[in-house]
């Protein structure tokens, strides 16, 4: 059993739509991050959490401790947010270690 | 740019073969991590250094090793190479490490490695 678990798989989505991806994860965590890469490969750190929500532009990350879950939304889709988007934790025993979801790729069309 | 560099950007090698790959962080950073993205796995955590001192260690085969020297760039050694060592490497850094806190990486651009 993977330890961070994401859906979905692949998303399709018309430019303006509201957007979610799921993230569940079965680890003790220190914090959460969401990731972006895009088609280059290119990696970026979009959001850590640990508790609550955050926001930046339109990207909007929650997490619920108790029920060790979090989702990123983005409002108003457009297609330059395409790309995989990877939640990843901090955990382990000295919370060290990353875990990593597969990845959601998202394509938003025009 | 995130101010992480990683050289080479590219390389083709053999099996049976030993690769060095480097890695500069953010000037001020003081942990190094080492990702390896394969195809069939995704995204998989190796290895951290924390200003020279290894942190944690993650799924890193024993013919892979790596270090973090005095100037906090750090070298990932790949030796005895196999098809499926294949992937994308990717280094990240970040200002710190503590036990229970972390905070934001930042990613290099990676170095593709094939094995032929």
């Known amino acids: 059993k993977n330890e961070v678990e994401q859906s979905p798989q692949n998303l399709t989505a018309q430019e303006g739509e509201f957007i979610t991806i799921n993230c569940s994860y079965s680890?003790?965590?220190?914090?959460l991050h969401w990731l972006q890469q895009h088609p280059g490969g290119g990696i970026v750190s979009l959001f850590m959490?640990?508790?609550g929500k955050k926001k930046h532009g339109r990207l909007i990350a929650t997490i619920n401790i108790q029920e060790k879950h979090s989702s990123l939304h983005i409002t108003a889709s457009h297609p330059r947010d395409s790309a995989v988007y990877i939640c990843?934790?901090?955990?382990?025993?000295?919370?060290?270690?990353?875990?990593f979801g597969s990845g959601t790729k998202l394509n938003v069309k025009p | 740019d995130s101010g992480v560099t990683q050289t080479p950007k590219h390389l083709i090698t053999a099996t049976g073969q030993r690769v060095t790959l480097r890695c500069s962080p953010r000037?001020?950073?003081?942990?190094v991590y080492w990702y390896q993205q394969s195809l069939d796995q995704g995204l998989q955590f190796l290895i951290q250094?924390?200003?020279?001192?290894?942190?944690a260690k993650g799924n890193i085969l024993e013919r892979f090793s790596a270090q973090q020297f005095p100037d906090l760039h750090s070298e990932l050694n790949l030796s005895s190479l196999e098809l499926g060592d294949s992937a994308l490497y990717f280094c990240?850094?970040?200002?710190?490490?503590?036990?229970?806190?972390?905070?934001?990486?930042?990613f290099g651009p990676g170095t593709r490695l094939t094995v032929l």
């Open positions: 959490l640990s508790s």
């Open positions: 250094y924390y200003n020279g001192e290894e942190r």
């Open positions: 990843a934790v901090s955990g382990g025993d000295n919370f060290n270690k990353f875990y």
């Open positions: 000037s001020g950073d003081l942990s």
């Open positions: 680890v003790g965590i220190s914090a």
């Open positions: 990240a850094s970040s200002v710190w490490a503590s036990g229970r806190s972390a905070d934001t990486q930042y």
